[in-house]
């Protein structure tokens, strides 16, 4: 296996590399929300509905995504849209229109789920060359970007700089990531090759009903992430007492965790297997919401955040790695629907958890996110069950 992972460790990296430029721009954004804000001179509902542009472009987004990549290839469209989503970056640091600040954010999100797109599709078809679980590695590239770009955003505002100059410093260490690093990502004939492409049973419109469950799981686990994402430092501010400034920290704890497990991932799969890994990734996640609601400590939150990210590391990309080998279905319409579904989780999930939270509090909402874990628990535990590892056997 070491053998394999050396022969094949310039694709791992360009693939990891791909993910992790969809990370630091997209913390490289979330800096910038004040100062738009100041600029614009806008309140909190102007502000929402200008950051649902990105969505919006998302949404638009995913259909045409998987086409993208089955026509030009991984590579092309990870250039393609990575310069796409570092300039339109780079439009919003200006802020001349606000308007066009939201045309841009519609490009941003728009290229977001394209590369997304591109960079599972290439790491499924690497995992079916290698014969390996890579899959968690590959989105770790993805969080460890998140830490990287919201890290070095934040010195450079410290040190002083303005928005535009920060966003041009990011350009730079993005279109190097792209050169020196994407270079290994597939062509169109490598990825037509290195899949195994699936005609549709029926017809075109035609979704396996294994690929709309784990589509649904992708949505569980996506709006959970959004609820610690969103919601978090919230809920330690009015729950447990923690000043708003502290209050971030708590985030901190459960990506830094989701990160370090992600990173860890493809050896712990290897060792464990995709059910185990899955089923017990999501009843982790039910036991953390459920001691950061029932202790009532700042510490314990902290503890259960972390535990959150911890089992939700690995979850989703065992499913895509999972749904990559569901059979009736071309493997990169399988890819964008389940990213259709999952991306979905991450803009409703905060939403109806916020006015679950209005309504009955935001511990009731954190109780139905551990309930819907267990559910998710116990449906992969039976869909992963005859599940085999890969194998050099599954390679076309």
């Not at 041009?168 to 990502?185: E, K, R, S, W």
């Not at 905060?350 to 006015?355: A, H, L, M, N, S």
Request: with cysteine; aromatic share 8%.
């Amino acid at each position: 296996m070491n053998i394999l992972q050396n022969q094949h460790k310039h694709l791992l990296v360009s693939n990891r590399v791909a993910f992790m430029i969809i990370g630091i721009l997209e913390a490289a954004w979330a800096p910038l929300v004040p100062y738009v804000k100041d600029t614009f001179a806008i309140d909190e509902g102007t502000l929402g509905l200008l950051m649902l542009c990105s969505g919006f472009g998302s949404v638009c987004a995913l259909p045409l995504s998987g086409f993208l990549v089955n026509r030009f290839g991984a590579k092309r469209v990870v250039y393609v849209s990575g310069v796409l989503m570092a300039f339109a970056l780079l439009a919003i640091s200006l802020l001349i229109d606000v308007w066009l600040t939201g045309v841009m954010l519609m490009v941003f999100g728009g290229c977001t789920i394209t590369i997304d797109v591109a960079a599972n599709m290439n790491g499924v078809t690497v995992e079916r060359m290698t014969g390996q679980h890579l899959m968690s590695g590959f989105h770790g590239g993805y969080s460890l970007g998140t830490l990287i770009g919201a890290g070095a955003m934040s010195v450079l505002f410290t040190l002083g700089l303005m928005p535009k100059l920060a966003v041009v410093i990011c350009m730079v260490f993005i279109l190097l990531a792209l050169v020196f690093g994407c270079g290994d990502l597939l062509s169109k004939e490598e990825l037509t090759s290195g899949s195994h492409v699936e005609k549709p049973r029926k017809s075109k419109l035609y979704i396996p009903p294994m690929v709309i469950v784990v589509g649904l799981l992708c949505f569980i686990m996506y709006a959970s992430e959004g609820a610690v994402m969103g919601w978090s430092a919230i809920f330690v501010s009015q729950e447990r007492g923690v000043s708003m400034s502290m209050a971030g920290f708590f985030y901190t704890a459960f990506a830094v965790a989701m990160t370090i497990m992600r990173l860890c991932g493809d050896k712990i799969v290897n060792q464990l297997g995709q059910r185990m890994v899955v089923a017990g990734g999501t009843l982790l996640i039910a036991v953390g919401f459920m001691t950061v609601v029932l202790v009532d400590s700042a510490v314990a939150a902290a503890v259960g955040f972390a535990m959150v990210g911890c089992g939700a590391a690995n979850v989703v990309p065992q499913l895509v790695s999972f749904a990559a080998h569901i059979k009736g279905m071309a493997v990169h319409n399988i890819i964008s629907f389940i990213n259709a579904l999952g991306y979905s989780g991450i803009l409703l999930g905060p939403v109806i958890i916020g006015f679950i939270g209005k309504q009955y509090g935001l511990h009731v909402s954190f109780v139905g996110i551990a309930i819907f874990g267990l559910i998710v628990s116990v449906v992969s535990s039976i869909i992963l069950k005859s599940k085999r590892t890969i194998s050099q056997t599954d390679i076309s």
